[in-house]
Structure formats: structure tokens, C-alpha cells
């Protein structure tokens, strides 16, 4: 009897891990955070283990675990704190005028390997569609949602789940449902969500990524902010600033950012774009954790630089500590 209810812990294990990847993609789009997001579904995993012996298989396993997860998130939700890019918090500022405050973890959009969320082997639209709805400007318009209204659109705009599963996941109506995606529809449609390439690296934009490796590490800034567009944005969480233009990016780096050279970078993927960990040199032959750095395209430049100063995300994306030459 005991090796019966060995194997069977182990299937219901496995079933639930087989869901794993897609519950994280789920609680971040929720939750804007890709720590609160693994945190989450922890939780959801957890409630579900503990809960087993009531699953009565009138829903399929994939169902109960996001209606377990959906109920995680609202409680997660239920503070005032809405997670924020720097350019939904005002203006751009001039690179003189230095860093600004400090903000906590909580205030900002938070980054996500993608490995942790999107399928490797899925169907390339699927995994398209999949990398533009991480994006960091979706996910912070997002959270301009209540958190019912947050659910209801993901489930059904992102997942594609039918109004009537979404109705009883929510313990609600078919109309209640509609009505509140059509709300949801029209506040992301007041949201300056920014235009961006195809999510994915064609062989262009991989030139261009070897060629923002090659000036960012030679410190070559000048050939560097010539890959960049007119508009590009620069931002540094958690600092409560961002610079726009490739002028100013260009003096905040041979001025305040100078500190950058002789860097190094490794390629990684996050929220559906490329993206680096950025190694700084702290003695010869050592470079250690810096920044996460996340690029965007538009027209076929680059049109975001996003940096985030913190280090502990680096064990997140699977980077190493240190690298030694």
C-alpha cells in the first residue's frame, strides 16, 4: 500500500511540475515581480498538495491549479502598491542632473528569464505571442488593472480561455466576465504601451546585438549610441530616473556611468527580448555582478536600454557569480 501511494504522490508531482512554467508566466503577468511570481506559485503548489485528497476531478488539474493560483495572486494584490516602469513615474531627465531617489523593489516592473516562462519547443507563434505579452510595457500597463479585471483579461486575451471557464474559475458570470474584459480593454487602450519589433532575434537584430557587445565592451560609446534610435530610453531601476535620446545616453555614460568600462557582457533572454548580465571589473582579471540589462527594438534600432542594479537577480536568470580571467 505505501509503494502505491508512493508512485501515485510521485504522478500528481509530475503533474503538477508539467504546469509549473506556465503558472510562473501566469503569476508575473499578475504580480509585475519575477520573484513574487515564483513565490506564488510555491503557494499555489503547496495549497494544492495539501488539498489533494478534496480535488473531486470535476475540473482538470490544469484548471484547479489556476484557480488555486488566480486566488494566490488577489491575496498578493490586495496592498495598493502598483509596480511601475521608470517612464510611467514622469518626464525624462537630463543625464547632468545624476541618479535621483531610490525607490524600493517594490515600486518597479521587475524582470524574468524567459527560460522560466516561455516554452523552448513551442509552437513559434505560440511562442511569439508568448514573449509580447511579458513584455516590460504590457506588464506594466497591466497593472493600471484592478487585480479581477488583471485576471479576467489575461486568462482570456493571453490564454485564450473561454468566457465560460473563466466565469467558473472566478466563481462569477459569463456576463460579469465580458463586462469586466471590456473594461480592461479600454483602460490598456489609454496606456502608452511602446510599439516594438517582433519579439525573437532575426539575424539583423543579432548583428546588431554583436555589434552593442563589441562598443559596449571596447567602451566605444560613440559607434555605440549610433545603433540607438532618436527616442531611445534609458533607465536604471531603482533609480527614479531615465534619460531619452542618444546625446544624453551618451553623456551619462562618459560621465556618471563611466564606471562601466571595461565590462563585460552575458547574453541572456528577459520579458521577450534580449538582454545581458552586465559584469563589472572590480580588479584585474575580476568582474563581478553589475546589472541586468534588457534591450528593446523598434524599426530595427534599439530603442530601450533598461538596467537593473540588482545583483540577486543574477542567480535568477542562471549567470554566474563571478567571471575570471
Known amino acids: 500500500m505505501a509503494a502505491t501511494t508512493g508512485v501515485a504522490d510521485l504522478d500528481v508531482e509530475r503533474d503538477f511540475d508539467a504546469h509549473r512554467k506556465e503558472l510562473t508566466g501566469y503569476c508575473y503577468r499578475m504580480l509585475g515581480s519575477g520573484s513574487e511570481a515564483e513565490d506564488a506559485v510555491q503557494e499555489t503548489l503547496l495549497r494544492a498538495w495539501k488539498a489533494m485528497d478534496r480535488f473531486e476531478g470535476r475540473s482538470s488539474v490544469r484548471s484547479w491549479l489556476y484557480r488555486i493560483a488566480t486566488n494566490v495572486c488577489l491575496d498578493m494584490l490586495r496592498t495598493p502598491q502598483r509596480r511601475a516602469r521608470a517612464m510611467d513615474l514622469g518626464g525624462p531627465v537630463p543625464?547632468?542632473?545624476?541618479?535621483?531617489?531610490?525607490?524600493?523593489?517594490?515600486?518597479?516592473?521587475?524582470?524574468?528569464?524567459?527560460?522560466?516562462?516561455?516554452?523552448?519547443?513551442?509552437?513559434?507563434?505560440?511562442?511569439?505571442?508568448?514573449?509580447?505579452?511579458?513584455?516590460?510595457?504590457?506588464?506594466?500597463?497591466?497593472?493600471?488593472?484592478?487585480?479581477?479585471?488583471?485576471?479576467?483579461?489575461?486568462?482570456?486575451?493571453?490564454?485564450?480561455?473561454?468566457?465560460?471557464?473563466?466565469?467558473?474559475?472566478?466563481?462569477?458570470?459569463?456576463?460579469?466576465?465580458?463586462?469586466?474584459?471590456?473594461?480592461?480593454?479600454?483602460?490598456?487602450?489609454?496606456?502608452?504601451?511602446?510599439?516594438?519589433d517582433p519579439s525573437g532575434v532575426d539575424p539583423e537584430q543579432q548583428e546588431m546585438l554583436d555589434r552593442y557587445v563589441d562598443c559596449f565592451e571596447r567602451y566605444d560609446i560613440a559607434s555605440l549610441v549610433a545603433?540607438?534610435?532618436?527616442?531611445?530610453?534609458?533607465?536604471?531601476?531603482?533609480?527614479?530616473?531615465?534619460?531619452?535620446?542618444?546625446?544624453?545616453?551618451?553623456?551619462?555614460?562618459?560621465?556618471?556611468?563611466?564606471?562601466?568600462?571595461?565590462?563585460?557582457?552575458?547574453?541572456?533572454?528577459?520579458?521577450?527580448?534580449?538582454?545581458?548580465?552586465?559584469?563589472?571589473?572590480?580588479?584585474?582579471?575580476?568582474?563581478e555582478p553589475f546589472s541586468i540589462q534588457i534591450l528593446e527594438f523598434s524599426g530595427g534600432r534599439i530603442s530601450g536600454i533598461h538596467n537593473y542594479l540588482d545583483t540577486s537577480l543574477f542567480a535568477q536568470f542562471g549567470l554566474p557569480a563571478k567571471l575570471e580571467s
Open 95 to 196: 543625464a547632468e542632473d545624476g541618479l535621483g531617489p531610490i525607490l524600493p523593489e517594490s515600486a518597479w516592473i521587475m524582470p524574468i528569464a524567459d527560460e522560466r516562462i516561455i516554452p523552448v519547443n513551442g509552437d513559434p507563434s505560440d511562442v511569439a505571442d508568448e514573449r509580447e505579452s511579458v513584455r516590460l510595457a504590457f506588464v506594466a500597463a497591466l497593472q493600471h488593472l484592478p487585480a479581477r479585471q488583471r485576471a479576467v483579461l489575461i486568462l482570456r486575451e493571453v490564454l485564450r480561455w473561454q468566457a465560460t471557464e473563466v466565469a467558473e474559475l472566478l466563481d462569477t458570470s459569463v456576463a460579469s466576465v465580458n463586462s469586466a474584459l471590456q473594461r480592461a480593454r479600454a483602460t490598456l487602450a489609454d496606456c502608452e504601451i511602446d510599439e516594438l
Open 227 to 287: 545603433l540607438l534610435r532618436d527616442d531611445v530610453k534609458f533607465s536604471m531601476p531603482p533609480y527614479d530616473m531615465w534619460l531619452q535620446g542618444p546625446d544624453e545616453v551618451a553623456a551619462w555614460m562618459l560621465g556618471m556611468g563611466a564606471g562601466c568600462k571595461g565590462s563585460r557582457l552575458i547574453a541572456t533572454a528577459a520579458n521577450g527580448s534580449a538582454a545581458f548580465g552586465s559584469y563589472r571589473m572590480t580588479r584585474p582579471g575580476l568582474h
